[in-house]
């Protein structure tokens, strides 16, 4: 049996798995994408895009605008979920965004907000606040009590509505977040 893919233009077996890059316009800018995969027909020259290649190619170009825009990508939404030992389903039950909000981040299907990639990088940067956002989802969901909110603030070790944490630039020091992901704050 032949396992060589057949070209849907010349129906000969003789496509090959090819790579190629094309700029795409985001916003007013244009985002230049690298790796995107295609085959190519040996015979004829077609370049056909599978569905399973379109699926990643998507995925590549919703993380080349995350970059663009300064945002987490695929990877690294899931690598802090994982991090924290969530599902997806939790992750979006913590952070909002619906019931599969965090399946379309990671897949690339859809791009977080600004104000999600914000929530995120301040749970990773300060793993104490996931605590508050488990009680406020219990909150949100009718499941727990404002009186949990009041002895969360109440033993909380650390109070951040204390002057000591107002803005405040935080020059050159880097910040794992995770094996693979790490952000530079730099000087103001």
């Known amino acids: ?4 893919l057949h070209c849907p233009e010349c129906d000969q077996p003789s496509l090959a798995p090819s790579v190629w890059a094309a700029d795409f316009r985001h916003e007013d800018a244009q985002v230049h994408v690298e790796g995107l995969e295609c085959y190519v027909c040996g015979q004829c020259g077609a370049d056909p895009v599978f569905p ?3 699926r990643r190619n998507e995925r590549r170009i919703a993380d080349a605008k995350r970059r663009f825009d300064g945002r987490m990508t695929g990877d690294e939404i899931r690598a802090v979920r ?3 030992g969530l599902s997806q389903q939790e992750a979006s039950e913590l952070f909002g965004g619906g019931v599969n909000a965090f399946s379309k981040y990671e897949r690339g299907a859809v791009l977080q907000s600004v104000a999600m990639d914000r929530l995120l990088k301040v749970a990773a940067f300060y ?3 996931l605590d508050f956002l488990r009680i406020e989802s219990r909150i949100a969901t009718g499941t727990g009590e404002r009186v949990a909110v009041e002895r969360y ?3 909380a070790k650390l109070d951040l509505r204390s002057r000591a944490y107002g803005s405040r630039s935080i020059a050159g020091k880097v910040v794992e977040l995770a094996e ?3 952000w530079r704050v730099e000087a103001a």
Not at 1 to 4: L, S
């Open 153 to 155: 603030q109440a033993g």
């Open 52 to 54: 399973d290649q379109i």
């Open 1 to 4: 049996m032949n396992d060589q």
């Open 180 to 182: 693979s992901i790490h």
């Open 82 to 84: 994982e991090r924290f």
């Open 127 to 129: 793993p104490f606040v």
